[in-house]
């Protein structure tokens, strides 16, 4: 019902469309038969259906009703009269006789019924292909195209003629007549497309017609130019001096009209045909002028002639194309006996096509495919835009989907995609009316919903990737945008910020479509696939170290926090593979780099792993740590393994070398019991504690002294010596336990409102707040000129150095700050 009401509200709004507003009521019953009443009823049922509950619209012709056509055979007839009449009027009388001036008067008479028929006659628009029915619309459309010429073709010339006294520029105003040849040209059109008729019969006598109204048009005014002159100067004429034989015309107003008549003719047939007989030729200058005119006339004529026939004979016209697909179609249908119904339909399509042939985008396929999507834009993007699917997506997406558009015209019953099918082609609505069915098992057909301007289809079935899951059939004469599925899919591969909108717009329909509620589940299972997509393409990007990629990728809206089936997000992968770039890039866009994955392991440490020294530093700078569950333990394997590098870079990245493990062993206890000399130094030098215990209180010097390495208990009993010296100055700080500290530029309140704003400088814990101050001054490159402090995250000052714990953040800013 929302969908309906919608339906309503485009309708007000398009004016012009307020004729069908009370249609879809009356075609909810079968729309299959009345699909057919549409396009093979007689008209007087169509227009009563069309004009259903419109006393305005009740006087309306449909052109296709029975009686209008017997109308229009009927004024043909006196077309082709005026059409022949008129020249012979202008050239052989002036003034016409009793018995024709009647003629002519019921003639007009009859013109004139015509031109009041015209306004109530519905008419197909040339740009939408839907029938008007709209008085007003009809109206205006005659009063700009032929009325005034109709209107002014029914005057009585010849009374007009001998009422101002046969004034002879009143009779040149008959031409105005030969206005009426346009109904001829409409009959030969109809009739080449009339498949009953033979189309070379029809070729043939419309190039007749052409060839005996041009001689018999030219045969009129030779015999006008002959009447011109004076009495006396009649026999300086084509005519007047005419001898054949013995028989002169030197008084040809005397002789007999239609020897008169057939004389002019053969003038102008042996003119046309250039043969020149020399028996009647051009006498006085004025009939020299004017048939150097008519030959000149006669090459254009010749060639026109001689073009159709050379078509004729190679097939090469449009109108022939369509007659044999026609035929070939008929014939076919004849063999498999086809039903009526699907017949009309597959007819009805065909002609449809044919008629719309010169809207579509085919004849521009010459044109340089920058000029082609101008042109699509122009055409299309009105109604793309307010399309209920795309709201939201960017400019430059819709602009891919605009200019790979195709038009299609679909007439009323013909069905469009049926439910179960695979659908190749995603579908918008321009104009007209579509209703949307589900076929239940015993095989009825419930309607889900109307589709009106600006509504699509297929869009389910392409972006969820499922069978269509209900059939679309034509209710009124539509005009429909088509997208294939390929470029569709090629479009989203490029745009998937774009592609999110696109099912987002599909699940906030929920609300207000049945079809969708029915399909959310699939929606959902599509979205979710998607978002894996994607973030399997992102971690391939940084992987593969194709840094542009990746940051068209994040561009495009993918989210660089997005982990892969293992939690790997793009850090860990650019951090293990040593792609600094792509590092810098994931950093700056604000990714969490302390991000674990599923096996615990943050990016710092894949870049350890690695031996990735350059993407270490730029970790470590940020302020990245290892956060290893029981890292104790972990350090205390990886010494025992003896892995010297490893230990060096995790020690470098900040590791604290005073880790214990389950027995309260440290590092350096595993190291000296071992007799690991190298790795007990680089711990020692880490700032490891000598006197640490672990559970049976032994220390590490204890374990070396059990070990007998001598060169590794001289190392541990000088470390011990001037750790005890330091412990004696300065009793309060443990002075082999190295704490660590990272440093920002800016006040604390800051780092709340702009938690990105500065990146920070990660400092070893000196022994004075001083040496602290001025080795942070020194990294951070700030002016030395200065005077500054400390502040704690709860923006208390930090005064001793002993306040500061291991891993705290400070803030380092200047004295005069508020």
């Not at 909810?28 to 006393?55: C, M, P, Q, V, Y």
Request: hydrophobic share 40%; charged share 25%.
């Amino acid at each position: 019902m929302v969908r309906l009401k919608r339906r309503q509200e485009i309708i007000d709004h398009e004016e012009e469309e307020k004729s069908n507003e009370d249609i879809s009521s009356s075609r909810r019953g079968s729309k299959l038969s009345l699909a057919e009443t549409f396009r093979w009823l007689d008209s007087s049922e169509h227009r009563k259906i069309e004009t259903d509950g419109h006393n305005d619209y009740k006087y309306i012709i449909h052109p296709k009703n029975r009686s209008y056509k017997a109308w229009e055979t009927f004024i043909l007839v006196w077309a082709i009269y005026s059409s022949l009449f008129t020249p012979m009027e202008f050239g052989f009388f002036r003034g016409l006789p009793e018995r024709l001036f009647i003629l002519d008067i019921v003639g007009q008479i009859a013109f004139l019924v015509d031109i009041v028929l015209q306004f109530f006659v519905a008419y197909r628009d040339t740009q939408t292909y839907r029938t008007v029915y709209k008085p007003t619309r009809i109206a205006l459309r005659y009063l700009k195209s032929h009325f005034l010429m109709d209107f002014i073709s029914c005057f009585p010339w010849d009374l007009i003629y001998k009422a101002s006294g046969k004034h002879e520029l009143v009779r040149y105003m008959l031409w105005i007549r030969l206005f009426r040849v346009r109904k001829v040209v409409e009959f030969f059109q109809r009739l080449e497309k009339d498949t009953r008729i033979n189309y070379l019969f029809t070729r043939i006598l419309k190039l007749l017609f052409v060839e005996v109204y041009c001689t018999h048009t030219a045969a009129c005014i030779f015999y006008y130019l002959a009447t011109t002159l004076p009495p006396e100067n009649e026999g300086y004429t084509w005519i007047g001096s005419l001898k054949l034989g013995d028989y002169s015309y030197e008084n040809f107003r005397e002789i007999d009209l239609w020897k008169r008549y057939t004389t002019a003719l053969y003038f102008a047939i042996v003119t046309m045909a250039t043969v020149g007989y020399g028996d009647i030729h051009a006498v006085n200058l004025r009939e020299m002028i004017f048939v150097m005119i008519y030959v000149s006339f006669d090459m254009v004529l010749g060639a026109y002639l001689i073009g159709n026939i050379t078509a004729l004979i190679v097939k090469g016209s449009n109108t022939e194309r369509f007659r044999d697909k026609m035929n070939d179609l008929i014939s076919f249908m004849n063999r498999k006996k086809l039903g009526r119904d699907l017949r009309s339909q597959i007819t009805g399509h065909v002609r449809l096509q044919y008629d719309s042939y010169y809207t579509d985008t085919v004849m521009l396929q010459d044109i340089p495919a920058a000029i082609r999507a101008k042109i699509a834009q122009r055409l299309y993007l009105p109604y793309i835009k307010k399309v209920p699917l795309f709201n939201g997506c960017s400019t430059e997406f819709i602009n891919q989907i605009v200019i790979r558009l195709h038009e299609e015209y679909f007439l009323p019953g013909e069905v469009i995609t049926e439910q179960g099918n695979v659908v190749d082609h995603l579908y918008f609505v321009c104009e007209g009316l579509l209703e949307a069915l589900v076929t239940k098992p015993d095989g009825s057909e419930q309607s889900v919903t109307f589709l009106g301007p600006h509504a699509s289809f297929g869009d389910i079935s392409i972006i969820c990737n499922i069978s269509q899951p209900f059939t679309v059939r034509v209710c009124e004469l539509c005009h429909l945008l088509r997208l294939d599925k390929q470029s569709f899919s090629n479009i989203l591969d490029i745009y998937f910020h774009d592609g999110r909108k696109i099912l987002n717009n599909l699940v906030e329909e929920n609300d207000s479509n049945e079809r969708i509620k029915m399909l959310e589940s699939d929606i959902v299972i599509h979205i979710g696939k998607q978002e894996a997509d994607l973030a399997l393409k992102l971690n391939s990007a940084a992987f593969q170290g194709d840094f542009y990629q990746l940051k068209s990728l994040i561009r495009s809206g993918a989210d660089p926090n997005k982990t892969d089936y293992d939690g790997r997000s793009p850090l860990h992968l650019a951090a293990c593979r040593g792609y600094e770039d792509i590092t810098s890039f994931l950093i700056q866009e604000g990714v969490d780099i302390n991000l674990k994955d599923k096996f615990g392991n943050t990016a710092l440490f894949e870049a350890v792993k690695a031996g990735q020294d350059g993407v270490i530093g730029l970790l470590v700078k940020e302020g990245a740590s290892f956060d290893i569950q029981d890292s104790g333990n972990f350090l205390c394997t990886t010494v025992s393994k003896g892995d010297s590098d490893f230990l060096k870079r995790l020690l470098l990245s900040g590791m604290n070398p005073n880790t214990e493990d389950y027995d309260h062993r440290t590092p350096l206890h595993v190291a000296a019991s071992e007799g690991l000399y190298l790795m007990a130094k680089m711990l020692v030098e880490a700032g490891a504690s000598i006197s640490s215990k672990d559970r049976w209180g032994n220390s590490p010097l204890d374990e070396a002294r059990m070990c007998g390495n001598k060169k590794l208990i001289k190392l541990l009993e000088d470390g011990n010596v001037t750790a005890e010296s330091s412990s004696s100055q300065e009793p309060q700080q443990e002075r082999f336990e190295r704490r660590k500290c990272t440093v920002f530029p800016f006040h604390p309140r800051e780092a709340k409102e702009e938690p990105s704003r500065k990146h920070g400088v990660m400092l070893w814990i000196p022994s004075d707040l001083h040496k602290l101050v001025v080795t942070a001054v020194q990294e951070l490159g700030l002016s030395d000129e200065a005077s500054f402090v400390i502040l704690s995250e709860d923006e208390g000052r930090i005064t001793d150095i002993d306040m500061i714990s291991n891993g705290q953040k400070l803030y380092l800013i200047s004295n005069t700050t508020d």
